[in-house]
């Protein structure tokens, strides 16, 4: 990074724009609905509070908070919170490990009465 201008140079007659920076939970646009206010302010209460004493255990990348927060940020309360719970379940003993990040849209098979829908085995939708 350039100290003079503050942007990054790959060659010197071509300033490259920096990209946003990434905060800890998700920032991109949502509808700020009064459920999606309430998820995402008890999974940031949990951030402030009760994580510090539960400790960086999670298995997955986001980790369980980030995703629970991108969870209800994106598809709202009654969705977000059926997501973010599987999430912690397939975080336990024998669950699974590695990046899973939440759904951009949810796909046909998740249906608002069928909570169960939520959970998918393995790494695969």
């Known amino acids: 990074m350039c100290g003079a201008c ?4 790959d060659d010197e007659d071509e300033p490259r724009e920096r990209s946003k920076p990434v905060g800890r939970n998700w920032a991109g646009p949502f509808r700020k609905t009064p459920g999606r206010l309430i998820g995402m302010g008890f999974i940031r209460l949990y951030q ?8 960086n255990g999670c298995r997955h990348i986001p980790t369980c908070s980030e995703y629970g927060y991108e969870a209800f940020a994106r598809h709202g309360f ?5 997501l973010t719970l599987f999430r912690v379940g ?20 998740y249906q608002r009465f069928m909570p169960w829908a ?4 393995g790494k695969k939708a």
């Open 6 to 9: 503050g942007q990054w140079h």
């Open 48 to 55: 402030l509070t009760l994580s510090g004493f539960i400790g």
């Open 78 to 82: 009654w969705s977000g919170f059926w």
């Open 90 to 109: 397939r975080c336990g003993p024998g669950g699974t490990s590695g990046l899973d990040p939440v759904p951009e849209v949810l796909g046909s098979g």
């Open 118 to 121: 939520f959970w998918k085995f």
